[in-house]
């Protein structure tokens, strides 16, 4: 696949991949004047591909084992500020039980040096995250249009939210795992809680009915910004096949591409990602 001007297929291209961006140093210049850490382009990649996450946890562990220390501190520095980390945090245990003494020095040349961040105590912090997405009913902040406390247990729920952050405009999260869109909430829990997951098409399907122009707009925004538009291929072709009226309504939708004009070029586009997807999953290793 490529992704970010790298191209791989397996396990064994990935590690290649990020052992190039290794080579480059700990941090990596993006943009004019950014820097980021040289392995967080493997965050963005698990929030846009969980069919792309075992590839990635076998690659977290097997450069948290190379004999080079900014090899093992990147490793660190990724579960300490990845996104997705709770997502993989059973490879981090594997990398635990491996090197329990693991630490990332990065960033602590000071003089005197800084204390290294230990990745047992980085650890903890993810398996609570991932204990708590375990969970059947999920409790999220919201940041916006107020602040609020609000508990996730059925589909009601969740569109219940949905029409708030539709009615507000903007996201209520100030930003999801893959950006920032009205429903970027909905996509960051689906991507950690299995029945959140499995209920968004349905969600999206119903957001859709009503004569509501903002809430068609959210809908066709959350198919083309959200990661792991295979899961949304069976919804989009049902609307592309039977086409409804609204799908010649202009977009209005923020970074849309010229040829996205309207909300059907907008999923005939997400559509075609979703296919992309489904042909571009890992290759397993031969045997």
């Known amino acids: 696949m490529q992704f970010e001007q790298r191209t791989f297929a397996n396990i064994a291209e990935l590690l290649t991949a ?8 700990l941090f990596v210049r993006v943009g004019h004047d950014q820097e980021e850490l040289s392995l967080a382009w493997l965050d963005r990649l698990a929030a846009q591909r969980s069919d792309w996450h075992k590839p990635i946890g076998e690659v977290l562990v097997a450069v948290a084992a190379l ?13 300490d500020t990845a996104k997705t980390a ?7 245990q594997r990398i635990l039980r491996a090197s329990p003494d693991l630490a990332s020095r990065t960033d602590r040349s000071f003089d005197p040096p800084g204390d290294a961040l230990p990745f047992s105590a980085v650890l903890p912090r993810l398996l609570e995250a991932a204990a708590r997405y375990s969970h059947r009913d999920q409790v999220i902040l ?9 508990t996730l247990s059925t589909r009601e729920d969740l569109l219940r939210e949905a029409q708030v952050a539709i009615a ?9 795992i893959d950006g920032w869109y009205t429903l970027d909430w909905l996509r960051q829990m689906a991507f950690f809680v299995k029945w959140i997951r499995a209920e968004v098409p ?3 399907r119903d957001l859709a009915a009503p004569e509501d122009a903002a809430a068609r707009q959210a809908v ?12 949304l291929e069976p919804l ?40 992309a997807e489904r042909e571009s999953r890992p290759v397993p290793p031969s045997p």
């Open 18 to 25: 990020a052992r190039a961006s290794l080579a480059e140093g």
């Open 236 to 275: 989009l072709q049902d609307w592309l096949r039977q086409p409804p009226p609204w799908l010649e309504q202009p977009a209005t939708i923020k970074r849309l591409q010229a040829e996205q004009a309207t909300l059907g070029a907008c999923l005939r586009h997400a559509l075609q990602a979703a296919r």
């Open 202 to 204: 349905a969600v999206l």
């Open 220 to 231: 066709v925004e959350y198919a083309l910004h959200a990661g792991d538009k295979a899961d």
């Open 168 to 176: 507000f405009g903007n996201s209520r999260i100030d930003g999801g």
């Open 142 to 150: 919201f940041r916006r249009p107020d602040y609020a406390l609000a």
């Open 67 to 79: 004999p080079d220390q900014d090899a093992q501190s990147a490793v660190v520095d990724w579960f």
């Open 86 to 92: 709770p997502a993989l945090v059973g490879y981090g």
